[in-house]
């Protein structure tokens, strides 16, 4: 039986004991730790990374699989209720959810192997989450915690006073782009395209076979918006970029809806109705320009109908978000589309949490992408979108055994 408390992030009756048997060892210090954060050597169970966004919490959990004898002695007891909490429950109140059906089983990583988790809450419940880490004496179990995003720098002197634990952090994008070379090798569906995406009964979803040592661009959704030109796992360049993104699609739809929740806001979009916002060509010519090719039914100007009173009556909370929805993505493949001409590819990858749970937005840039590149450029998506940045942290530290053996090569 679990209890809900501390506003939406839930309470497990797990025994999680404070006095489990444990050496010194696993009592990290303070001090000295981002020396030891940056030496790359394979660290003591529990092993998480987490991804702090603007907006949503990325954590990733391994679960190893192979304990050997001594360390079913001297960590099985903690092992087993941290394993009981995270992996016994699909929802941590209101606000936290495991996504079950991303979970990866028996992965090799670091030598050992296990099941990913991938966990996700509001950044809004950082401090609750910390809170909550305390209260179930987690942060006497965990040696390190590896951090990457905008909140790694923004609640590390929390973490670290609060949790007395080793708080490692690196940058985001470069662990974004080692993550996904990492799941798209272990993963072979992990790469996808639609091939209809305006075919609502089949959308014809086929798997893409990714090589990262081909150049493409990396379109990474939050918040905000990053654009990547990347050549490689370690050479690539951040080429632009925009404000308007998952965060300003979420806050706009709150705004005017009176929502409360992405989940709300998206499931308001899939409902409704943009025509009835948007003025669209053939508003303005009663048809197609023909001269420049447009045809009537692409997007004059976003929210164009809400001028007139009529059009406001008519406009449902739906149609205000479905218009918002396509508004912030217009405005992302219109970027993404000049930079893959300017930088001459033909791949564009789109990540991020932003797509999480989000069909519909990964087929209007799917159908942008082709239109507007007439077939030559392909929106390529991600199972695991949202989670890349925290699965690079955890493989930034935690090498492989070749890693080890041969670190000049890393």
């Not at 099985?76 to 009981?84: A, D, Q, S, T």
């Not at 909550?132 to 995003?149: D, E, P, R, S, Y």
């Not at 009663?286 to 004059?300: M, N, Q, S, T, W």
């Not at 077939?375 to 998506?381: N, P, R, S, W």
Request: charged share 20%; net charge negative; glycine share 8%.
């Amino acid at each position: 039986m679990n209890t809900t408390g501390y506003n939406g992030i839930e309470h497990s009756n797990t025994n999680i004991n404070k006095h489990s048997k444990m050496s010194t060892s696993h009592v990290s210090p303070i001090v000295n730790f981002q020396q030891s954060c940056e030496q790359k050597v394979v660290p003591v169970f529990p092993w998480f990374a987490i991804d702090i966004g603007g907006t949503l919490v990325k954590l990733v959990y391994f679960e190893p699989l192979d304990l050997t004898p001594d360390e079913i002695r001297t960590e099985g007891e903690i092992l087993m209720n941290i394993r009981h909490y995270l992996t016994s429950n699909r929802a941590y109140g209101q606000d936290g959810f495991r996504d079950d059906d991303l979970e990866l089983t028996d992965i090799e990583l670091g030598g050992r192997r296990g099941n990913l988790h991938f966990i996700r809450f509001p950044t809004a419940r950082m401090s609750i989450f910390l809170d909550l880490c305390i209260m179930k004496n987690l942060h006497t179990l965990t040696f390190q915690v590896f951090a990457t995003g905008g909140g790694a720098y923004k609640f590390e002197n929390d973490a670290v006073n609060k949790l007395k634990l080793q708080w490692c952090k690196c940058d985001e994008l470069g662990t974004l782009i080692k993550g996904l070379s990492y799941l798209s090798k272990l993963n072979p569906n992990e790469c996808f395209y639609y091939e209809e995406p305006q075919n609502d009964a089949n959308l014809n979803k086929h798997t893409f076979n990714f090589d990262i040592k081909n150049p493409f661009l990396l379109v990474n959704i939050g918040s905000g918006v990053s654009i990547l030109h990347v050549e490689s796992e370690t050479n690539y360049r951040r080429i632009s970029g925009t404000s308007i993104g998952g965060g300003t699609f979420l806050g706009l739809s709150c705004l005017l809806t009176g929502c409360s929740s992405y989940d709300e806001a998206i499931k308001l979009a899939t409902e409704g109705d943009s025509t009835k916002v948007d003025k669209l060509v053939k508003d303005i010519y009663g048809g197609d320009y023909e001269r420049f090719g447009l045809p009537g039914h692409i997007v004059a100007s976003s929210f164009g109908h809400m001028n007139l009173p009529e059009k406001r009556e008519q406009a449902t909370k739906s149609d205000l978000a479905r218009a918002t929805l396509v508004t912030v993505l217009n405005n992302i493949g219109s970027i993404s589309m000049m930079c893959a001409q300017t930088e001459n590819v033909d791949r564009v990858l789109f990540s991020g949490s932003f797509l999480r749970i989000n069909d519909l937005s990964m087929r209007i840039l799917a159908y942008a992408m082709d239109y507007w590149s007439r077939g030559k450029v392909k929106a390529i998506f991600l199972e695991h979108e949202g989670y890349f940045s925290a699965v690079g942290c955890l493989r930034e530290f935690i090498m492989d055994k070749d890693d080890l053996i041969n670190p000049s090569q890393h």
